[in-house]
């Protein structure tokens, strides 16, 4: 039921792009995607609900496909700060699944000068 | 604005004893949850709260007890520690499940 993310790791050069999957054999309700400073907690960075858009910031952006019950994170013109693990929490339809979260395994994101 | 508050930071504890972790939130936020953190593992987890009165199993509930005391304060309770409970612990909220989660700092266990 763990969603699987890819890759498990990537390394940038600052101002370079990067997507980050994530996929579920499950149907989903919503996508949630966080990222984690080592040594800190978890920051909320955007959801993703069944049957609504596409979200994000200026270059930091998330796509849903329904269909598939795959995301994916768009990171372009990577910064220094975007370092850090990235998680994709899913949140399955119907039943007593609803309100809780299922989180990947994550996705190890180096930025470098 | 505290936000999510986890006390304590650290803790070590003997095989065999019992503690709990604390966890409480001013966000006003009906849904409260503990998960547990191991390398390579992500975030699993153990129980959560819907609602003031209402908790329910996670993925990984045992050896673990839960209180929601009140809409603020959700609580984790290790009976008996064993060393497969070492982990990072972390609590978290949300206004509802269609909302985003804000955790708190974590609680890092070892069980020795």
């Known amino acids: 039921q763990q969603p699987v993310q890819s890759p498990q790791a990537v390394i940038l050069r600052e101002g370079e792009d990067a997507v980050i999957n994530c996929s579920s054999s499950?149907?989903?309700?919503?996508v949630h995607w966080y990222r984690q400073k080592h040594g800190e907690a978890p920051v909320f960075l955007m959801i993703l609900l069944k049957g609504g858009e596409q979200k994000g910031h200026e270059k930091i952006s998330a796509s849903f496909n329904e269909k598939k019950q795959q995301s994916s994170l768009y990171l372009t013109a990577s910064q220094l700060s975007y370092s850090g693990t990235y998680f994709c929490?899913?949140?399955?339809?119907?039943?007593?699944?609803?309100?809780?979260?299922?989180f990947g395994q994550g996705t190890i994101l180096t930025v470098h000068p | 604005n505290a936000g999510v508050t986890q006390t304590p930071k650290f803790q070590v504890l003997k095989t065999g004893q019992s503690m709990t972790l604390q966890c409480a939130q001013d966000?006003?936020?009906?849904?409260m949850y503990w998960y547990r953190q191991d390398p390579g593992m992500g975030l699993r987890l153990i129980y959560y709260s819907a609602s003031e009165g209402t908790t329910d199993k996670g993925e990984v509930p045992n050896g673990y007890n839960v209180s929601r005391l009140n809409k603020r304060e959700f609580s984790l309770r290790l009976e008996s520690a064993a060393p497969s409970q070492t982990s990072v612990y972390f609590c978290a909220s949300s206004l509802q499940g269609a909302y985003g989660y804000t955790f708190g700092s974590g609680t890092r266990l070892t069980v020795v």
């Open positions: 966000m006003n936020h009906n849904s």
């Open positions: 929490g899913t949140e399955i339809t119907g039943g007593t699944s609803y309100g809780k979260l299922t």
């Open positions: 499950k149907a989903l309700y919503s």
